[in-house]
């Protein structure tokens, strides 16, 4: 997925980076504005906003006069940079360290949890609304390249796979209109630094940094244990992201 943003700071990098200190940088409409779907006023409309509307900013650097933003009810787009007055930054909250998965439904609950240190090493993290910080998913591997790949997962340039999965019934309510629509149906997720990265601005986040999730052939029944998220561009689809483990189950 490259994705082309001018570079963040190292300290800000850091705070959204890392899991145990994150905040959200908060803004409000000083006028009426349009949110629109990307960086440009001929871009479509998502939504109108009016003065005095609180948003969220997705990343805290403006691309081309515009803040990409998440409004109070979930709405993600771009707004122009002159038409919000960025609030001071809270001070950072620091969270439990671990976190432990969320059971199963039907399934018990899993003896496992989530790796925090993998946040670190995720591109672009800014990018990625979390909705979960740590959940279980059950359901079959499926080929989310066509055939033109053996594993069944695109290779992306920042690294990470783009892989499919055909969530089991009783986890449908995780899909929105972008899986549905622009990902077969199925669950994305993405085990990160797992192949070559070819993206330079990429690089960084996977220096010093090796994979060692499994990834189980296409057709197998799985448990993915990972980040939900939505991811903000593209098809603003759902992923786990990044993925601590696959495990292969009945």
Same mark, same amino acid.
């Given at each position: 997925? =490259?994705?082309?943003? %001018?570079? +963040? ?13 994150? !905040? ?22 998502? &939504?109108?906003?009016? =003065? ?16 990409? $933003?998440?409004? &109070?009810?979930?709405?993600?787009? !771009? $707004?122009?940079?002159?038409?919000? *007055? ?9 969270? *439990? ?11 018990? %609950? ?20 979390? =909705? ?5 998913? *059950? ?6 390249? =066509? ?8 290779? &992306? ?6 892989? !499919? ?14 899986? +549905? ?28 940094? *090796?994979?060692? $999730? ?9 448990? +993915? ?11 603003? !689809?759902? &992923? ?11």
């Amino acid at each position: 997925m =490259k994705i082309h943003f %001018p570079r +963040i700071s190292i300290c800000i990098l850091f705070l959204l980076a890392c899991p145990f200190s994150i !905040w959200a940088q908060q803004a409000t409409t000083n006028r009426s504005v349009i949110l629109r779907r990307d960086p440009s006023t001929s871009s479509p409309v998502v &939504e109108h906003l009016h =003065k005095g509307a609180r948003v969220t900013l997705v990343d805290l650097n403006p691309d081309s006069g515009f803040y990409h $933003v998440r409004t &109070e009810d979930d709405q993600v787009g !771009w $707004v122009s940079a002159k038409a919000v *007055t960025v609030s001071q930054a809270p001070p950072p909250v620091t969270p *439990t360290p671990t976190t432990p998965v969320s059971p199963t439904p039907g399934r018990g %609950p899993v003896d496992t949890t989530c790796d925090p240190g993998l946040q670190a090493h995720v591109y672009h993290p800014a990018r990625l609304i979390q =909705k979960q910080s740590c959940i279980a998913v *059950t359901g079959t591997m499926v080929d989310a390249t =066509k055939g033109s790949q053996p594993d069944g997962v695109r290779h &992306e340039a920042d690294g990470d796979t783009h892989g !499919w999965l055909n969530v089991d019934a009783e986890f449908k309510n995780l899909l929105n209109a972008g899986n +549905i629509n622009d990902e077969g149906g199925n669950l994305v997720f993405e085990i990160i630094c797992r192949f070559p990265v070819t993206q330079p601005d990429a690089q960084s986040a996977c220096q010093g940094f *090796t994979d060692h $999730v499994n990834l189980p052939p296409v057709g197998s029944h799985v448990r +993915i244990v990972g980040t939900y998220v939505q991811d903000t561009f593209h098809g603003q !689809w759902m &992923e786990i992201h990044p993925v601590t483990s696959i495990t292969v189950i009945p």
